[in-house]
């Protein structure tokens, strides 16, 4: 009997699985090898980068606290921790990981990181400006996908198709991976904009570059949900959460049970993404309060919990995106004069974004029958008609 | 999860690939001696042995430029100015960017380990073929020639002391573990130099430790300024300057894949008898990802028709599926004379690069004309009789030429006549030439030694430090040469340890006499 051929997901794994394997004893040795430990903290951070499990990058973490304390302020160390961080929406500590190494701070890869977090800031211009040096300096891959997501969410869709296509031609048949991740992002372009078809197409073609990985999944569950093929969404859904049990994608599945019309699921699945984000929360941990945010907004509207995590997130990062959910918390909590001085300043960003046209509008539509409620609205439309359909928050 | 963006590019700076297939190592060509039915000229293409010696990456394709032309002169010994030098290089744009293009051939191997080999835009036509790989085949052209072909695993034919090399750029990943976001730390900013600098403990020979810096044995890089503060040579307590070469040839053992062809000058250009000079150079391109998902297997047409001619098929649709990576023409035009990057992927066309070529000539001249006074040799780089090595850059091409302006038109002679077997009137080569455009220049009128090609017995590594000789100087009544370096009598007689040739003499394996000559893998 043949054997099905190993993923490329599992076969990466695998390598990472023995890559670690090798180094865990000898990695910890004094005195202290620092090849060994950033490789090792590297394979760590690579390996909860794939699987999608946060906590591994708790391990990863302490890999790097514990070379840190024998080897001093290395640039790779804080590079590393730099991107945990950014991962767990820590934003002032990858500020603090970024100021560790003058090295790291004047590498390409120390700058483009720089600018995700002017960007996460909301310091956009500083954010561009960066990525066009890079990019001028080397039209690397990433500095290009950096730039077009830039663009993506500028509302300039036809410089982010450009940017990505570039994008994709600089990568090799070396760095599948990375490929399968630029077509799942041109992907989301292409749905936010209710381009179903062309959304299909990436998520195949990364699927077809990359096989097994759930992200792919993940994205196609998504697509399914918004394309009303909610019994096949929802079943991608239980797969992907099989593999990799997280509470965004209990929430994401709870969501379209909703829509569906399946309460009793959709009540389970909620409860237990509440439980979890809490928990999370009660741990000191500050990646899931946009997530807490939305649930309370959208699907419990209760406006109160909305706003307590929605100024939480807000305090952490204050961009187009946390400003737009505390406006939306406001929204739900009734207080519409707030919700609408926020909401302004986030489109004061210059960020183009269906979903939030829709919530401007509605703010607007209860602050006061002003006609903008009906231009947002519109707006909302024009970028995507199918704005309403199912969607996952990312 | 998350709400932002992430490329992942964490995963591109820390890439566990350290040698890639797609790196070239080098490009052998020179006439051969077979000249049966005709004058044939030998190319090898040369690059690492990934996965493995004798098997191929499927997702690489390669690459070699073949262009004939004339022997014709550079500018005369009248024009040596920046001015008729940068004319010179505009000249050289206008051919190598003009209409003429080159004929190529290129090979890619398939799954089974099946090489395709096709011949593009030769007088004769183009065709493709398929060839087992590892194993001597002949391959009769549309047009009645005959090419041997090899392509398959060989020992590395490259034999030099690259650590020594390295010591003598100061360049630190060679000794250390520099990381990867330490972008800054490669040349360090120490003066390059052939003799060890006295106090230049990042680099100096230490007897403690005499294979630190070969084999992968690296350092952790120490706290604290990766400068030297020094102003004289080492010198031991004997008055002896420290060599910072060896001797050793650190590409021993060493296997790699290649592109070995041995092809009738009368397949490569109508007028054999006009056009001496063959232009080689080879190129390395990886398959682009978003090909590699669509690929579909070698066209039928390839396998079941393998001597049609291929004109009417647009190969540049082949090639926009690749990426260049590397090129590779002349020995030494980018791992000595480019601390750039992306000069790899320039290949025949550096001459874009002409301006930073004079200024690195410059401050290597810095580094090497020092110590070569040191040693009691006369120099071509003017260095106002510094008695040390200075690390020194330039801005602007304008200071640098005057500096490097007889290194770069100097006549570099050879050690006797044997080059030149026919005695013909050809001139001897200025390193101006050899450089720009990167290419192999086989003159076929001469044996093809370096730099009149490069034949694989060449100590290429040592001749290009004679550059920086002064070649109308004469040692014991005879004027300086490409192999005055090589000369071990010369080191013998200088007052320095270790008293060795700078690079091997030899390989670690006698080369065949017969094609693929080459040595067999290890």
Redesign the interface.
């Known amino acids: 009997m043949l054997n099905n051929p190993k993923s490329d997901f599992e076969i990466e794994l695998d390598r990472m699985d023995q ?1 670690i394997a090798e180094l865990e004893d000898s990695a910890w040795n004094l005195p202290i090898d ?2 060994k430990i ?2 090792l903290a ?1 394979l760590q ?2 390996r909860a ?1 794939l699987t ?1 499990n ?1 906590a591994e990058l708790t391990v990863a973490d302490n890999s790097l606290d514990y070379a840190i304390e024998h080897l ?1 302020r ?3 160390l804080y ?2 921790k730099a ?1 945990i961080h ?2 767990l ?1 820590r934003l002032d500590d990858v500020g603090l990981d970024l100021e560790a ?1 003058a ?2 701070r ?5 700058r ?2 720089k600018a ?1 977090l002017d ?2 800031q909301g310091r956009y211009n500083a954010a561009r400006d960066e990525y066009e040096r890079l990019i001028e300096e080397e039209r ?3 500095a290009l ?2 730039l077009a ?2 663009n993506f969410k500028m509302g300039d869709f036809g410089e982010a198709d450009r940017l990505y296509d570039e994008a ?12 399968a ?2 077509e799942l ?1 041109r992907g989301v372009v292409d749905l936010t904009r209710g381009d179903y078809e062309k959304t299909r197409e990436h998520y195949q ?1 990364a699927e ?2 990359y096989s097994g990985h759930w992200l792919v999944d993940e994205h196609l569950a998504e697509l399914l949900g918004a394309t009303g093929e909610s019994d096949e969404a929802a079943a991608t859904y239980q797969r992907v959460i099989a593999r990799v049990p ?1 509470p ?1 994608f209990q929430q994401a599945l709870g969501e379209l049970y909703l829509s569906m019309g399946k309460n009793a699921e959709a009540k389970d699945c909620l409860a237990s993404a509440e439980t979890a984000f809490i928990e999370s929360a009660e741990r000191g941990e500050v ?2 309060y ?2 807490l945010a939305d649930l309370y907004a959208d699907v419990f509207e209760n406006g109160a919990e909305a706003v307590k995590w929605a100024q939480k997130d807000l305090n952490l990062r204050r961009n187009f ?1 946390t400003l737009a959910a505390m406006a939306w918390a406001l929204y739900r909590a009734g207080e519409f004069s707030k919700a609408l001085e926020l909401m302004n300043e986030s489109l004061a960003s210059g960020v183009k974004d269906a979903r939030l046209f829709y919530q401007a509008g509605m703010i607007h539509k209860a602050f006061s029958p002003n006609g903008k409620a009906h231009n947002y609205l519109r707006m909302a439309a024009a970028i995507n008609p199918n704005y309403e359909n199912f969607h996952v ?2 | ?14 890439s ?2 350290d040698v ?1 297939a797609a790196d070239l190592y080098d490009f052998f060509g020179f006439p051969s001696a077979d000249t049966d039915g005709g004058e044939k000229v030998v190319m090898a293409l040369t690059f690492a042995s990934v996965p493995k010696a004798g098997v191929f990456d499927t ?1 690489m394709l390669y690459r070699m430029q073949i262009s004939a032309d004339p022997r014709v002169a550079g500018p005369s010994d009248d024009e040596h100015t920046l001015k008729g030098l940068l004319r010179y290089f505009e000249a050289l744009k206008e051919r190598y960017l003009g209409p003429s293009k080159a004929a190529e051939i290129r090979v890619t191997v398939d799954q089974n380990q099946q090489a395709t080999v096709k011949f593009i835009d030769f007088p004769g036509g183009s065709f493709a073929t398929t060839l087992e790989t590892n194993q001597v085949r002949t391959i009769q052209t549309p047009d009645g020639h005959s090419i041997k072909a090899y392509i398959g695993g060989r020992d590395d034919a490259f034999f030099n002391d690259l650590t020594g090399f390295f010591r003598s750029i100061n360049y630190a990943p060679q000794f250390y ?1 520099v ?7 490669r040349e360090l900013k120490i003066p390059k130099t052939l003799l060890e600098l006295e106090g230049n403990h990042l680099f100096n020979f230490d007897p403690n430790d005499p294979e630190w810096g070969y084999h992968g044995n690296k350092r ?1 890089l120490p ?1 604290g300024p990766l400068t030297w503060n020094g102003d004289k040579f080492f010198k031991d307590a004997n008055g002896n300057y420290r060599f910072v070469y060896s001797g050793r040839d650190c590409q021993a053992g060493i296997n790699v894949n290649a592109i070995i062809l041995e092809i009738p000058l009368a397949f490569i250009t109508k007028s054999p008898d006009r056009d001496r000079i063959v232009n080689c150079w080879g190129e390395s391109w ?8 669509e690929t579909i297997p070698d066209h039928p047409f390839w396998l079941e028709h393998p001597w049609a001619l291929i004109d009417a098929i647009k190969l540049d649709a082949e090639l926009k599926k690749y ?1 260049l990576v590397d090129t590779d023409g002349q020995p030494f035009a980018d791992a000595a004379l480019s601390e750039r990057e992306d000069n790899r992927q320039l290949g025949a066309n550096n001459f874009w690069l002409a301006p930073h070529f004079i200024k690195r000539l410059a401050h290597l001249g810095w580094g090497f004309g020092p110590s070569i006074s040191a040693l009691g040799l006369q120099t071509s780089f003017d260095h106002d009789n510094s008695p040390v090595s200075v690390h020194k850059t330039y801005s602007l091409v304008t200071k640098a030429f005057p500096r490097a302006k007889k290194t770069l038109f100097q006549r570099l002679n050879m050690p006797d006549d044997s080059w030149n077997p026919k005695g013909l009137n050809i001139p001897l080569r200025r390193p101006f030439e050899i450089f720009v455009p990167n290419v192999c220049a086989i003159d076929m009128d001469t044996t093809g030694t370096w730099p009149y090609g490069r034949r694989l017995e060449d100590q290429v590594a040592t001749r290009f430090l004679s550059m920086f000789l002064d070649h109308t100087a004469e040692l014991n009544g005879k004027k300086y040469h490409v192999e005055l370096l090589n000369d071990q009598a010369l080191w013998d007689a200088a007052p320095i340890e270790p008293k060795t040739v700078p690079n091997p003499q030899k390989n670690d394996k006698e080369f065949l006499t017969d094609f693929p000559y080459l040595a067999e893998p290890w």
């Open positions: 890559g620092r090849v950033t490789k590297y951070y690579q980068a999608g946060l001093g290395d640039g790779d590079f590393l991107n950014f991962k929406h190494s090295d790291l004047q590498s390409p890869p120390g483009a990181l995700d960007f996460q690397s891959w990433d996908a950096r997501y830039f994709v031609d600089e990568l090799t048949a070396k760095e599948m991976r990375h490929y991740w630029v992002q073609r077809r570059a997280r965004d990646h899931y946009h997530h995106s928050h990312r | 999860m998350a709400d932002h963006n992430d490329p992942n590019a964490v995963n591109s700076i820390f566990d690939i890639s997702d573990h990381p990867h976001t330490m972008t800054s730390a952790e706290p990886v398959l682009k990802a978003a090909n590699k998902i990426k």
